[in-house]
């Protein structure tokens, strides 16, 4: 079965330091690929999505990035952080493109100090 | 704006009772997923619901849809104070490829 990895699980960055967390799956091939933010205790918010390599689909206006440079590696990057930014990220992935069951990883907590 | 909207956004309820929570969405759908989520960590896929579905059935779960009014609910029996956790449910519409989650529920299961 598929399984998600991100990493670092934690990571407190300065404002203005740029930002990188990375997203890989395992046991799978051509998945869409999800970046989701959590604010704490609330909602998920969808910030990209990726139906294939170099394809990448912007929800919101911020200044994230993501890039999916192998099919199974999805990467959420910033130049500059924000204290915005803070709050927690969850990679996902749905197998097909009828939007099936979708799974997630465990998550990177970002604070931005 | 959130494709879907739960309610009510915390409960407190007594192990053993029931926790009831609705979900309410705007544009058409394909199904609807339930999902759960313990304190920091990741969701997990309950339950999922098509659109063709009225009501589906998974251990102490109970989802159902009433599309008409686009709307869910999920029911859970018998409460335990594991249960305790955050439940949003999800939409995959009809026009796109991404599921949408709500702004969760919070559950308090007491012992």
């Known amino acids: 079965s598929q399984t998600i990895h991100q990493w670092p699980a934690t990571l407190v960055q300065p404002v203005g330091s740029p930002l990188s967390l990375e997203c890989t799956v395992e046991g799978t091939s051509n998945p869409n690929l999800y970046w989701y933010r959590q604010a704490a205790g609330r909602g998920l918010q969808l910030l990209f999505y990726?139906?294939?390599?170099?394809?990448i689909s912007s929800e919101v206006p911020q200044n994230l990035s993501a890039s999916r440079p192998q099919d199974r590696q999805f990467i959420l990057s910033s130049k500059k952080l924000l204290l915005s930014d803070s709050g927690f990220y969850l990679c996902?992935?749905?197998?097909?493109?009828?939007?099936?069951?979708?799974?997630f990883g465990e998550g990177s907590w970002l604070t931005v100090v | 704006s959130q494709q879907g909207e739960e309610d009510p956004q915390a409960l407190s309820i007594q192990e053993g009772e029931n926790a009831t929570m609705n979900c309410s969405y705007k544009?058409?759908?394909?199904?609807l997923q339930w999902y759960r989520q313990n304190s920091g960590r990741g969701l997990v896929h309950l339950i999922l619901?098509?659109?063709?579905?009225r009501e589906k059935h998974s251990g102490r779960l109970r989802v159902t849809l009433d599309t008409s009014k686009k709307s869910s609910s999920l029911l859970i029996t018998a409460s335990r104070a594991a249960d305790t956790a955050s439940y949003f449910c999800?939409?995959?519409?009809?026009?796109?490829?991404?599921?949408?989650f709500g702004g969760g529920t919070r559950v308090l299961v007491k012992p």
């Open positions: 996902a992935l749905t197998l097909d493109n009828s939007g099936n069951t979708i799974y």
């Open positions: 999800a939409t995959d519409e009809a026009a796109g490829n991404k599921l949408t």
């Open positions: 544009t058409s759908i394909n199904n």
């Open positions: 619901i098509r659109s063709n579905e």
């Open positions: 990726s139906v294939g390599i170099g394809q």
